[in-house]
């Protein structure tokens, strides 16, 4: 932070300033007691406040996540569900192929490329920031288009699995159209794991998204991560990875809870567990 050539009377200010002339595990004490009253510390370069910092960036953070999950769940069901209603077909092939297209296409991939489409050959989009009109869009479409294959994939394999159930033929004896009875018997038990997987994903958005926020130059928590990596601003950095850690066992802990709520066999597993 202060370079090779620093005077030892700055160095020893600078670690006194950050509280590395305590030992190890007073500093971690003060830091634990400093964290359970939301006080992490201040940045080393700008002097606010970490929890400000990050609470500054969260709202980009949640605004990208929240458009990209929308926007892979509206492209993901459809798909998924007319793959597994067509399975053995050329339509089955050819989404199942797009899928694994997405599914294997990195996001420092995908981003850059839909720059170069949208932003800089058609100039239709921004290429970086918030502001700007239609900014959300590349950014979000990066993230869902990962995300959109992966839980097409699910949404196909697990409705096709419930489709050979013999309830489901039970259903079509009965008189009841073959699609009303997939869609309304075995897509009500092939919802669960797809929620529990698309709850986690969410999970991911929120605090993965480092590389499409870099790429896009997005103002929200992984870009502040970065940032804060590049210019040595630890206190920063420990608040922010504390951010990310917090965030996603929030979210996996929502989404067991409604994988639970939801599936009758995941509460009897757990209630079997429990005794």
């Not at 370069?45 to 769940?73: D, H, S, Y």
């Amino acid at each position: 932070m202060l370079g090779e050539g620093a005077a030892p009377a700055d160095v020893a200010g600078l670690r006194k300033d950050l509280g590395l002339d305590r030992p190890l595990l007073g500093q971690y004490v003060a830091w634990l007691s400093g964290a359970v009253r939301g006080d992490l510390g201040s940045s080393i370069l700008t002097k606010r406040k970490v929890t400000r910092e990050i609470l500054a960036a969260v709202p980009a953070t949640a605004e990208l996540a929240l458009a990209a999950f929308l926007g892979a769940i509206l492209v993901a069901v459809p798909t998924g569900v007319a793959s597994a209603l067509a399975r053995g077909k050329p339509l089955d092939g050819f989404l199942r192929a797009v899928s694994l297209l997405g599914v294997s296409t990195p996001n420092y991939v995908s981003g850059p490329l839909l720059v170069l489409v949208f932003s800089i050959g058609l100039g239709l989009l921004p290429v970086s920031g918030r502001d700007g009109r239609g900014a959300l869009l590349l950014p979000a479409a990066t993230l869902a288009f990962a995300l959109a294959a992966l839980l097409s994939r699910m949404v196909r394999a697990c409705l096709a699995e419930e489709m050979d159930r013999p309830y489901v033929a039970a259903a079509i004896a009965r008189g009841e159209r073959p699609l009303r009875a997939i869609l309304r018997h075995a897509g009500r038990n092939a919802l669960p794991p797809v929620l529990v997987v698309a709850g986690l994903q969410f999970g991911s958005l929120l605090t993965g998204a480092v590389v499409t926020e870099t790429i896009f130059s997005w103002p929200g928590v992984g870009r502040l991560l970065v940032q804060s990596i590049q210019r040595r601003d630890y206190p920063l950095v420990q608040g922010c990875v504390l951010f990310i850690a917090v965030t996603f066992i929030l979210v996996n802990a929502s989404v067991d809870a409604l994988a639970a709520a939801l599936d009758p066999r995941a509460r009897a597993r757990a209630a079997g567990e429990g005794a």
